[in-house]
């Protein structure tokens, strides 16, 4: 994963972040940790604000705490937030913190609320008090579009989401379009196609519970019928998304204004798992296919146009497909063999 590299390259000379006070939401999560790896790469000085000790996997690997400014606490908290924005001066804020598992709330839909939504908030009123903040995005989802009668996702589109977590994704989206229309924060919204890539330790999820499976020799479990559809971002894109957005949002044409960032290559999740299984060379590993249909809470057809970011940001997805599952793969594969040799072989006595 060369994320460092690949986001300076698309910086000219690599010098729009360096000296600048960034403060990441999230941090400590899959997308959060790369991307604070990628800013600080490029010479920010990057504040992170740290809930949980626990969940810190791809933080800590890459070795971050020593590398920027750590606050412990929660984003729901607004006296620590103010605070954190004004001592450490921030100029350029990323708000991914969130609750982003979607059984999980459905299961505490409160919990989810409560970080997604009243945390949304907190970090934008303390970004509008402290008057250096010049450049703020605001991580939403494609999952905010809800069903659509039309495929696919594209901006315009009313935001439909009505289950817990897509709820909530919708509010962050309205409460960051809210404060950037009354008090003219320099402010841009992502939304995400889902972001796969090395990292990422939620193995509830498709493509790293398959790699896994696969790598351990395990049938994989698919926990919808296999047919719904989804588009898939690899990390290093994601990331790149960011920095792009962050960069330019103070223009009047990106200002207030979300974008679309996916792959436009949708693939169902049966189809999703024999790639991966082709990738990691068990094609006779059979899928053990557990629903009958799409998952409670979950919306069967789901993919994005990201024709719009490609006409005013010039982004497009760089990494398809077929080269970020290897890349994803490798990846797993030598973390597995990593933490093998950390454990010692048992001996017989």
């Given at each position: ?339 093998s040799a950390a454990v010692p072989p048992v001996r017989e006595p």
């Amino acid at each position: 994963m060369a994320l460092e590299s690949r986001a300076a390259g698309d910086e000219p000379r690599a010098t729009f972040w360096r000296g600048k006070s960034v403060l990441v939401t999230g941090a400590g999560g899959f997308v959060g940790s790369w991307l604070t790896h990628a800013l600080v790469g490029l010479g920010a000085n990057v504040v992170v604000i740290l809930r949980d000790q626990v969940g810190l996997g791809n933080f800590e690997s890459l070795g971050l705490a020593s590398r920027v400014h750590v606050v412990r606490g929660s984003i729901t908290d607004y006296p620590l937030v103010e605070r954190t924005v004004n001592e450490y001066e921030v100029d350029s804020c990323f708000h991914l913190a969130a609750q982003a598992i979607v059984g999980a709330a459905n299961r505490s839909p409160l919990s989810t609320f409560e970080s997604n939504i009243k945390g949304t908030w907190t970090v934008l009123e303390a970004c509008r008090v402290n008057k250096m903040t010049e450049r703020v995005v605001v991580a939403s989802s494609d999952k905010a579009y809800g069903p659509q009668p039309r495929l696919p996702y594209e901006e315009d589109m009313p935001l439909l989401g009505i289950n817990p977590y897509d709820a909530s994704k919708v509010c962050t989206d309205v409460l960051a379009r809210s404060y950037q229309h009354t008090y003219e924060m320099p402010l841009t919204i992502a939304r995400c196609a889902n972001i796969y890539g090395g990292g990422d330790v939620n193995f509830s999820r498709l493509i790293p519970g398959t790699i896994r499976s696969a790598l351990l020799g395990e049938a994989p479990v698919v926990r919808s019928d296999g047919t719904p559809v989804r588009d898939y971002l690899y990390i290093d894109d994601a990331v790149g998304a960011y920095l792009t957005l962050g960069k330019q949002a103070a223009r009047s044409d990106v200002r207030g204004k979300a974008f679309n960032f996916g792959s436009d290559r949708p693939i169902s999740a049966l189809d999703l798992v024999r790639q991966i299984l082709e990738v990691c060379g068990r094609t006779d590993l059979v899928p053990d296919i557990q629903g009958k249909g799409t998952l409670a809470g979950e919306i069967d057809r789901q993919y994005l146009s990201s024709q719009k970011a490609g006409r005013t940001l010039g982004w497009s997805p760089r990494v398809p497909l077929d080269q970020g599952l290897p890349r994803t793969v490798e990846w797993y594969a030598s973390d597995l063999r990593t933490r093998s040799a950390a454990v010692p072989p048992v001996r017989e006595p």
